[in-house]
């Protein structure tokens, strides 16, 4: 195995096995088809292009497909890509499959669930919580599997898990610093802002939006089953209100997909904490294979920014 493609840096030759997270077929300026390929390993992704692509190009390197790949990783328009100067379809005599290559998080599903389950046995409003805890054990398998996202962030196996884990210690800091914060409302609507992912997408290789997630999106499908949790556990109150305006309002602004504007201060906190571990993992990303005194690739969500790691950066000692 290489030492992983985030870890390569440009003008550095690449040769390696990789797994094809997603094919897209497109035609070039000069009309011959050509193929958009992400490629994955544990590290990272990685786009290149495949020109000239065939009908046999198609069916050999398609989605969830196994490679092996030479070739020279490149700088385009200020984001890393791979140039390929060889490309093959991996065999049985390679010895490689497809759980090499696929991220996760860096806490087990196991641990994950552990730490979430507290923060709902923590919770003293038993509608809040019988409703958070109702979901979560309905959901758990795909929760503790799904990613969080297509890209940008979070986009790995377990990573929705990792996500709302990240978010919880940083509601429990906040919490502990302004001690008017109702931490129940607050916890439940980390817990639930997103679990609707695991009904919008299809899960965590290849991960594609699903038809209900095109047409309905995460944000309606938790409020609806918000509502239908209630009603199969016999719950009236506003706390049934107040959580859907929480998952409801959680994007922030209209033009950020949000149905509704936060105007419960639980509901501004879960979507300043939101956008702030989202952002960090996509800064994290960008930089980790950058060297010190050098500025990362451009983050496409993040204004198309570039990254600069300071000269003075020191990698953490592990431990």
Same mark, same amino acid.
């Given at each position: 195995?290489?030492?992983?493609?985030?870890? !390569?840096?440009?003008?550095?030759?690449?040769e390696? !096995?990789?797994l094809?997270?997603?094919?897209?077929?497109?035609?070039?300026?000069?009309?011959?088809?050509?193929?958009?390929?992400?490629?994955?390993?544990?590290?990272?992704?990685?786009?290149?292009?495949?020109?000239?692509?065939?009908?046999?190009?198609e069916?050999?390197?398609?989605?969830?497909? /196994?490679i092996?790949? %030479?070739?020279?990783?490149?700088d385009?328009?200020?984001?890393? %890509? &791979? =140039?390929?100067?060889?490309?093959?379809?991996?065999?049985?005599?390679?010895?490689? =499959?497809?759980?090499?290559?696929?991220?996760?998080?860096?806490?087990?599903?196991?641990?994950?669930?552990?730490?979430?389950?507290?923060?709902?046995?923590?919770?003293k #409003?038993?509608?809040?919580?019988?409703?958070?805890?109702?979901?979560?054990? =309905?959901?758990?398998?795909?929760? &503790?599997?799904?990613?969080?996202?297509?890209?940008?962030?979070?986009?790995?196996?377990?990573?929705?898990?990792?996500? *709302?884990?990240?978010? /919880?210690?940083?509601?429990?800091?906040?919490?502990? &610093? !302004?001690?008017? /914060?109702?931490?129940?409302?607050? !916890?439940?609507?980390?817990?639930?802002?997103?679990?609707?992912?695991?009904?919008?997408?299809?899960?965590?290789?290849?991960?594609?939006?699903?038809?209900?997630?095109?047409?309905?999106?995460?944000?309606?499908?938790?409020?609806?089953e918000?509502?239908?949790?209630?009603?199969?556990?016999?719950?009236?109150?506003?706390?049934?209100?107040?959580?859907?305006?929480?998952?409801?309002?959680?994007?922030?602004?209209?033009?950020?997909?949000?149905?509704?504007?936060?105007?419960?201060?639980?509901?501004?906190?879960?979507?300043?904490?939101?956008?702030?571990?989202? =952002?960090?993992?996509?800064?994290?990303?960008?930089?980790?294979r950058?060297?010190?005194?050098?500025?990362?690739?451009? *983050?496409?969500? &993040?204004? #198309?920014?570039?990254?600069?790691?300071?000269?003075?950066?020191?990698?953490?000692?592990?431990?």
């Amino acid at each position: 195995m290489s030492k992983g493609i985030r870890n !390569y840096q440009v003008g550095e030759k690449v040769e390696s !096995y990789f797994l094809i997270k997603s094919a897209t077929k497109s035609i070039a300026s000069n009309s011959k088809p050509f193929l958009t390929l992400i490629l994955s390993d544990k590290t990272g992704d990685i786009e290149t292009k495949l020109w000239g692509a065939s009908p046999e190009d198609e069916a050999s390197f398609a989605s969830r497909s /196994l490679i092996y790949v %030479q070739g020279d990783l490149i700088d385009y328009r200020g984001r890393n %890509q &791979l =140039k390929i100067s060889s490309i093959r379809p991996a065999t049985a005599l390679d010895n490689v =499959k497809i759980g090499d290559f696929v991220r996760s998080a860096p806490i087990s599903a196991e641990d994950m669930l552990e730490e979430i389950t507290q923060y709902i046995f923590e919770m003293k #409003n038993p509608n809040i919580q019988r409703i958070t805890r109702h979901l979560l054990k =309905k959901h758990q398998q795909e929760f &503790l599997e799904s990613p969080a996202a297509t890209r940008n962030h979070h986009e790995f196996v377990s990573g929705l898990a990792f996500h *709302v884990v990240s978010m /919880l210690r940083l509601a429990k800091s906040l919490s502990e &610093l !302004y001690p008017t /914060l109702d931490t129940d409302l607050l !916890y439940s609507g980390v817990i639930l802002h997103d679990l609707g992912k695991v009904r919008e997408l299809s899960g965590p290789i290849d991960t594609s939006y699903t038809i209900e997630g095109k047409l309905l999106g995460h944000i309606s499908i938790i409020s609806n089953e918000i509502d239908a949790a209630a009603r199969e556990l016999k719950i009236e109150g506003e706390e049934v209100t107040v959580l859907q305006h929480l998952v409801l309002s959680h994007h922030g602004k209209g033009e950020w997909g949000s149905p509704k504007v936060p105007v419960i201060r639980e509901a501004e906190v879960l979507h300043l904490i939101d956008n702030v571990d989202a =952002k960090i993992n996509m800064m994290d990303r960008a930089l980790d294979r950058v060297l010190p005194g050098a500025f990362s690739e451009r *983050v496409m969500p &993040l204004e #198309n920014r570039s990254f600069y790691k300071p000269a003075f950066h020191e990698p953490p000692i592990e431990m």
